[in-house]
């Protein structure tokens, strides 16, 4: 008997395939700017864009055209000094841009990232002594950023420092200002990795000397994973993140096996790169690798899966389901 496959009808492998990416999955970051009518291009991460609130209003409301569900905020400031101060100014970029999308768009989930870096002259992500960062004194100043975040109508911090006991830290801080419902998700996980290249650039984050290595983790590492992953939930943490998503999805799968708690794998500004430009030469697809990518991390046990390819893939998805 001759075997054939069907090519032009979908396959009804199509309606019983075991994942599926959905509009639930994805969450999109943007870079805000303090001021107005600002949109900057980023070089190395083309399609992204830096805007000041009152067009980033008009991106996220395009966002939520596509089926967008939540977003993920990193500030940027012409006010950098030695203490991060910027970084818990009510008037700065991140709380301005909180607090104008939850005017708008109050069911768009809110996630902002708490961190030193954008705001450090040196651009480490806590305060340096000498060749060192230290760490206590790191603590308070994230936990008012994290406040200021939460005063604004941020739903979900997402502290990327890596600092020790800073989810503790900070959920007791945001329980002592009565933000007991305010979540959040740790990047527990996150190596010390090549793939935040083009972030740097993004975020004007770039470290003036030395590395993160000291307190981001050895990409050699696994077992430490589970270990940071466990602490930071005993901590409080509501959600763990590992980061970044591709070459890492043996510990999204362990992590998954091994914790309750959600899963968000962050596909990173590297990971994004790498498949624009390829796709710009015509050396790849691009919409059927984004694709195919995000549904690996999705297999691979991930509930979240942050990506600058978001707000495409929605698109692309949305196009697939009208086929
Ligand atoms: C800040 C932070 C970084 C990223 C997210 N939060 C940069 C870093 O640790 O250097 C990277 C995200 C990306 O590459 O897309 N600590």
């Known amino acids: 008997m001759k075997r054939f496959r069907r090519l032009r009808k979908p396959h009804i492998r199509n309606f019983v395939q075991e994942y599926r990416l959905t509009s639930h999955d994805l969450w999109q970051p943007f870079f805000v700017l303090e001021g107005k009518g600002k949109k900057e291009d980023i070089l190395s991460m083309p399609g992204i864009k830096r805007f000041s609130v009152d067009l980033l209003l008009k991106e996220i409301e395009n966002y939520i055209h596509l089926g967008g569900k939540a977003g ?71 936990a008012k ?36 419902e305010v979540g959040i998700l740790s990047y527990a996980v996150k190596y010390a990795s090549a793939f ?19 307190y981001q983790m050895n990409p050699a590492n696994s077992r430490e994973a589970l270990k940071e992953a466990r602490q930071d939930v005993e901590e409080g943490a509501d959600m763990i993140m590992v980061k970044p ?51 690996s991390m999705k297999r691979a046990g991930a509930d979240i899966i942050i990506s600058y390819h978001a707000k495409d893939a929605l698109k692309w998805l949305k196009t697939h389901e009208n086929q």
């Open 196 to 214: 935040y290249g083009p972030f740097r650039e993004a975020a004007h984050s770039g470290a003036s000397f030395g590395d993160r290595k000291t």
């Open 245 to 295: 998503a591709l070459a890492y999805l043996d510990i999204v799968h362990r992590l998954r096996q091994e914790l309750t708690v959600p899963i968000a794998a962050y596909n990173v500004s590297g990971e994004y790169a790498m498949v624009k430009a390829a796709s710009q030469h015509g050396w790849l697809n691009e919409q059927e690798v984004v694709l195919e990518s995000l549904l």
């Open 72 to 142: 993920l905020l990193f500030g940027l400031t012409s006010h950098k000094d030695l203490l991060a101060k910027n970084s818990y100014d009510p008037k700065g970029a991140v709380p301005m841009a909180i607090k104008a999308i939850k005017k708008y768009f109050p069911n768009f989930l809110v996630i902002t990232d708490v961190c030193l870096c954008a705001y450090t002259t040196h651009g480490h992500c806590g305060v340096v002594q000498g060749e060192n960062i230290d760490n206590d004194k790191t603590l308070p100043i994230l």
């Open 145 to 180: 950023m994290a406040i200021c975040h939460a005063q604004a109508g941020s739903d979900w911090v997402a502290p990327s420092d890596m600092m020790d006991f800073r989810v503790s830290y900070l959920r007791q801080a945001l329980n002592n200002e009565d933000f007991k």
